[in-house]
Nanobody, 125 residues
Framework: EVQLVESGGGLVQPGGSLRLSCTTSGFTFNDYTVGWFRQAPGKEREGISC????????SASDSMKDRFTISRDKTTNVVYLQMNSLKPEDTAVYYC??????????????????WGQGTQVTVSS
């Protein structure tokens, strides 16, 4: 079965950085897309970026593209989200998800069937 486990969240001051990890297993990595999402209290889950196991990726939306970067390690099948210059409004639970779909734009929650449990990111002074 498809399994995903997020890690790397925590408390960070504004302007700080975090690197989130999504450890994957149970699927053929090159055939899947992995997406990063976040959900703040009272808000819908928001797509951030996605990456193909085969190598292609889609950058983050305008509000995050200069601060958030997705990458993957083909050897370990770990997908990363590097987050820099963090702001209080980045506070959310961050999730990774996987499915056998294309990565052609900002990922949509409804397109993904397999999800991790999420990791909390809190940006506060």
């Amino acid at each position: 079965e498809v399994q995903l486990v997020e890690s790397g969240g925590g408390l960070v001051q504004p302007g700080g950085s975090l690197r989130l990890s999504c450890t994957t297993s149970g699927f053929t990595f090159n055939d899947y897309t992995v997406g990063w999402f976040r959900q703040a209290p009272g808000k819908e889950r928001e797509g951030i970026s996605c990456i193909r196991g085969s190598g292609g990726s889609h950058s983050a939306s305008d509000s995050m593209k200069d601060r958030f970067t997705i990458s993957r390690d083909k050897t370990t099948n770990v997908v990363y989200l590097q987050m820099n210059s963090l702001k209080p409004e980045d506070t959310a639970v961050y999730y990774c998800a996987a499915d056998r779909i294309r990565c052609i734009g900002t990922p949509l929650s409804g397109d993904f069937d397999s999800w991790g449990q999420g990791t909390q990111v809190t940006v506060s002074s």
